[in-house]
Every structure is written in C-alpha cells, then in structure tokens.
T-cell receptor
Framework: GEDVEQSLFLSVREGDSSVINCTYT??????LYWYKQEPGAGLQLLTY?????DMKQDQRLTVLLNKKDKHLSLRIADTQTGDSAIYFC???????????FGTGTRLTVIP | SQTIHQWPATLVQPVGSPLSLECTVE??????LYWYRQAAGRGLQLLFY??????ISSEVPQNLSASRPQDRQFILSSKKLLLSDSGFYLC????????????FGPGTRLTVT
C-alpha cells in the first residue's frame, strides 16, 4: 500500500507489555522512527532504527524490524499509566526530505 | 541545545478572518522546516516544508500558505479561514543531512467558529 498503517487502538493493563505494530511502504527506507504524543502536546521522538538493524533496545523500549515484510514494532515493557498516549511510526523514504507518518495508535493503560 | 517554539498556543478565529502562526527554532542553522495539521487528535497531514529561506514546497492544495523569511522562522498564513481549517497545527525541524529525524514544537490549537 501507499500509506504507513497502524492499528488505531490498543489497551493493556499496567505492568504488562505493550506491542504496537506498523507496516511501512518503502522497502528501501533508510530510517524508521517511533514518536509519542501526549494529549495536547507535540510529538516526542522516542527512538529510531536504521534499516540494516533487526532490533534495537533502549531501556523499556524494544524496536523490531522485519524488512522483508516491511513491518516495524515497538514493545514497551512494564507498561505504566504514563505511557498512555498516541504512538506514531514514521519512515524516511529514499530521496525524500520529509518523513511519512502512520495514522497513530492510541495506547490506553488500565490501572 | 535546540529548541522550537510555536505561538500562539491556542487561537479562536471567525470564518473569513486571516491567520498567522509562527514557528521559530533556536540552536541550529539551516534546518529543514515543516508544517503539519492534525485533525481530531489523529494522523498528521504534511502541509508545507522548506529546505531554505524562501524555498517552500506545498504538499496539499488548500486555503493556507507558508513563508520562511529568515533561516529559523517559518510562518503559516491564511487570508480567509474556513471551518475546515480547524485543527492542531504542528511545526517541526530536522537537520538537512543524516537521519532526518524531526523535532516537533508544542503545537497551536486553532478553532474556526
């Protein structure tokens, strides 16, 4: 497809792991990103992964990249109520000056 | 360190009135600059981006225009607002080389009445 796709909603219980999935469009995209948006705020860059990597871990965050399937995921371990937000994946397509964002996944953490 | 500012934070304007939203970046030179609109708290729509002073690329035909009068200043304007212009407007910057990750401002909530 032409759009970066994400599920719209995800609910998890506090302390569980969250997995947010994304399907991107360009198999030659060099970098892929995860952003977090809290209510009424701008987007905050959480992490990124270079296309020659399969996995990247940063504290509670783990990014997995499957280039063959053009699938990106973000795992949040020990999810906390402060993790409730909208999460966007984005790709940098070859030759583009801008990023292409997914529709965002609203994560709700249930206490 | 780099910071990005947007103002105003919120704005309520009547239909047909003009609009000017401002974005400024500190702590970096010659950034790429972007304007996005987010409707109803959902996905981002890229409106304009700029790779240098006076260089504006428009992504979506619309009632809006953008200008970059200085290296680190990006302005979003309209001569006559429509109801459909309501939304959350986000400015972002990135470096011109390397990873191109974008850093976002706090946003402006525009309500057209």
């Amino acid at each position: 497809g032409e759009d970066v796709e994400q599920s719209l909603f995800l609910s998890v219980r506090e302390g569980d792991s969250s997995v947010i999935n994304c399907t991107y469009t360009d198999s030659s995209s060099t970098y892929l990103y995860w952003y977090k948006q809290e209510p009424g705020a701008g987007l905050q860059l959480l992490t990124y992964i270079f296309s020659n990597m399969d996995m990247k871990q940063d504290q509670r965050l783990t990014v997995l990249l499957n280039k063959k399937d053009k699938h990106l995921s973000l795992r949040i371990a020990d999810t906390q109520t402060g993790d409730s937000a909208i999460y966007f994946c984005a790709e940098r397509k070859t030759g583009a000056n801008n990023l292409f964002f997914g529709t965002g996944t609203r994560l709700t953490v249930i206490p | 360190s780099q910071t990005i500012h947007q103002w105003p934070a919120t704005l309520v304007q009547p239909v047909g009135s003009p609009l000017s939203l401002e974005c400024t970046v500190e702590g970096t030179s010659n950034p790429n600059l972007y304007w996005y609109r987010q409707a109803a708290g959902r996905g981002l729509q890229l409106l304009f981006y700029s790779v240098g002073i006076g260089q504006i690329s428009s992504e979506v035909p619309q009632n809006l225009s953008a200008s970059r009068p200085q290296d680190r200043q990006f302005i979003l304007s309209s001569k006559k607002l429509l109801l459909s212009d309501s939304g959350f407007y986000l400015c972002a910057w990135s470096v011109q080389q390397g990873r191109h990750e974008q850093y976002f401002g706090p946003g402006t909530r525009l309500t057209v009445t």
